[in-house]
């Protein structure tokens, strides 16, 4: 009995070394696709169609929300699934799916009235043609992730992303479509990875309307659905805001800067959790092995989320000449502001997800609760004070940190050991110091001497490779340090087979 045991946690936890593995490799690459992407598309369209496209892509998100309904999450917490729970989670998604695109073209002319925006319709109306697909995404992901199947969600992502980003996304920005190839670019995308993730699993089907079918999956996917629907409203209250009350033009400043750090980090910590969700629900009773996965993965985020953020504050003025281009100078301040709130967005997305995995659900929802009331008041206090799209970045860091206390609080109150969470920030922060301290004696100097853009960009990833690099070897030990130093003798004996004398 011993030895099944025994069995089983070796099994589970080489599973979830070989899934991280899998989603760093994706990570990697999609976060450096996505920053040439990035740069390309802020050449071809202005600030003022990134508005339109901030907002679209707002109310995209909420027909998304829509379509799935803690479904997916239910689908992967679960304790045992059945057949019959995969036939209701695709039911309940193909029909709220449909709901929601019927409901997002009719009010997509009420959205562009009240945003101010004509544009908008056509836009929302094209992200609205993707919730049939999404809707068909989310059962096969979460199927896939219960199963710590992270291979087929690579190539999924990589080549959604290669072929509908970046060939029919791209190339419509290029023809002039405007904020609409962003649509587009959505459409092909979605369609594409609901093919190819359905190829990998199979999945019945067919429909199912027994109300039984539905009990276990709504009691869990209700209080999920509650509290993704406050995360949902604070993620995107200030670009609700921004697009109502500010210039078009502002708020496509502020999203570009945002998805400039944004983006790759969060990107990182989302596969992170990803791949966490299902192992910290595998081993929800098992409080040891809870408090040891929590604090490995919690140290590994930070390390490598405080890092990047480091360096961006310094380079924050590289990065937005680079990336957006010289129409988004005015975005800089906002890169550093951004830079500095991604760390606690980050672990409060995984204290989220361990609360999750373990139905620790109540304090969750009182802490989102709380912070959307006092983060839509915050930001109505900086607007009535004359506050610009600057001042609205600097509420949204100070309330990131809040919520972040709150949710730490909550994982400690569900792994048991505060001391172990204190470490893990306290590392991060060192990681960060130190990144941001080898940006300035490095690249101030380069600056200020006049070095040329492209030179001083490919300087400061250097300098940010090997600050990460000696953070993670440096660090106390976390799995992602296992992996490098695992990683070092095999690399190490390829290159010697690659070198050495042949006979």
């Known amino acids: 009995m011993r030895q099944a045991g025994r069995a089983g946690v070796t099994n589970l936890k080489s599973r979830t070394v070989n899934a991280v593995k899998w989603s760093y490799m994706t990570m990697g690459i999609a976060t450096v696709l996505g920053l040439v992407f990035t740069a390309i598309l802020s050449r071809l369209l202005t600030p003022a169609e990134f508005g339109v496209v901030a907002i679209a892509f707002v109310l995209q998100r909420f027909g998304q929300f829509i379509a799935d309904l803690g479904v997916g999450q239910a689908l992967i917490q679960k304790p045992e699934l059945s057949g019959e729970d995969v036939q209701a989670g695709f039911t309940s998604s193909i029909g709220l799916g449909l709901l929601a695109t019927v409901a997002a073209w009719m009010l997509a002319p009420l959205a562009g009235q009240y945003f101010g925006m004509p544009d908008l319709v056509m836009v929302f109306r094209g992200y609205a043609v993707a919730y049939l697909f999404n809707a068909m995404i ?164 930070l390390i490598v989320i405080s890092c990047v953020a480091g360096g961006i504050f310094v380079a924050a003025p590289e990065v937005v000449a680079v990336l957006l281009g010289s129409q988004f100078v005015g975005a800089v301040v906002l890169v550093k502001i951004f830079a500095l709130a991604v760390p606690f967005m980050a672990s409060s997305n995984l204290a989220g997800v361990l609360a999750e995995a373990t139905a620790n659900l109540g304090v969750k929802l009182k802490i989102q609760a709380v912070y959307t009331v006092g983060l839509a008041l915050a930001f109505w206090t900086a607007y009535s004070l004359g506050g610009t799209v600057v001042a609205i970045a600097a509420v949204l860091l100070v309330g990131t940190v809040l919520r972040n206390l709150g949710l730490e609080l909550l994982a400690r109150s569900i792994v048991g050991s505060g001391r172990e969470i204190l470490e893990s920030y306290g590392v991060g922060l060192l990681s960060g110091l130190g990144t941001a301290l080898a940006f300035y004696v490095v690249v101030v100097p380069l600056r200020n001497l006049g070095t040329p853009l492209p030179v001083l960009f490919l300087t400061e990833l250097v300098v940010g490779g090997i600050a990460l690099t000696a953070a993670i070897f440096l660090g106390p030990p976390n799995e992602l340090k296992s992996m490098a130093l695992r990683a070092v003798p095999a690399v190490t004996r390829r290159l010697r087979r690659v070198t050495g004398p042949r006979g």
Do not use: W
């Open 138 to 301: 989310i059962i096969s992901q979460s199927l896939l992730r219960r199963q710590l199947k992270f291979r087929p969600l690579m190539i999924g992502e990589l080549v959604s992303l290669v072929i509908g980003h970046g060939v029919f996304g791209l190339g419509a920005a290029y023809l002039g479509f405007g904020a609409f190839s962003l649509a587009i670019s959505q459409i092909a995308q979605a369609l594409i990875q609901m093919v190819i993730l359905y190829a990998y699993t199979r999945h019945s089907l067919r429909l199912t309307f027994r109300p039984e079918s539905y009990r276990h999956l709504y009691a869990f996917a209700t209080r999920v659905t509650i509290i993704n629907f406050l995360e949902f409203i604070s993620t995107n209250l200030d670009s609700i805001m921004l697009a109502r009350l500010y210039p078009t033009a502002q708020l496509g400043l502020y999203s570009r800067g945002f998805k400039a750090i944004g983006t790759p980090a969060m990107s990182f910590a989302t596969s992170l959790t990803r791949v966490l969700a299902p192992s910290f629900s595998a081993v929800q009773s098992e409080p040891e092995r809870l408090r040891r996965a929590h604090h490995s993965a919690l140290l590994a985020l």
